[in-house]
């Protein structure tokens, strides 16, 4: 990443790439894992809503274009227990599990954040 600007544009696509993701869990047939693909798709719309106020506000002359390649798996192909497996097995708790803090870019240490973003996957 070259600098602020780019760091934010790359998680707006790693969180499109999310959300696009998460909605394809409404096909499983476990509760727990459309649960799931819900809670992500509300969290990290909110989030890429959050990102793009700060790249129009703090960003306006940069390039939007990103060097950003996808990092998820089509699940569009998959149902039933392929599905669900690859949502359990599959899963990238290193980067995925909600529980692995990104550091904030610079502009937000300054400003405080809306409740809670955590601009984090």
Do not use: F
């Not at 106020?53 to 998959?78: C, E, F, I, N, Q």
């Not at 599990?97 to 809670?116: S, T």
């Amino acid at each position: 990443m070259s600098d602020e600007a780019d760091y934010l544009r790359r998680m707006v696509a790693h969180h499109q790439e999310a959300v696009a993701a998460a909605r394809q869990l409404q096909r499983s047939g476990r509760a727990q894992i459309r649960t799931l693909g819900a809670s992500i798709v509300t969290t990290q719309s909110a989030e890429i809503a959050t990102m793009n106020t700060w790249l129009a506000t703090w960003y306006r002359r940069h390039s939007p274009v990103t060097g950003y390649r996808p990092m998820m798996r089509d699940l569009s192909k998959l149902s039933g227990d392929a599905l669900d497996e690859n949502v359990s097995l599959r899963h990238d708790p290193a980067s995925h599990d909600g529980g692995h803090d990104v550091p904030a870019p610079a502009h937000a240490r300054r400003r405080p954040a809306p409740p809670g973003c955590r601009l984090c996957c």
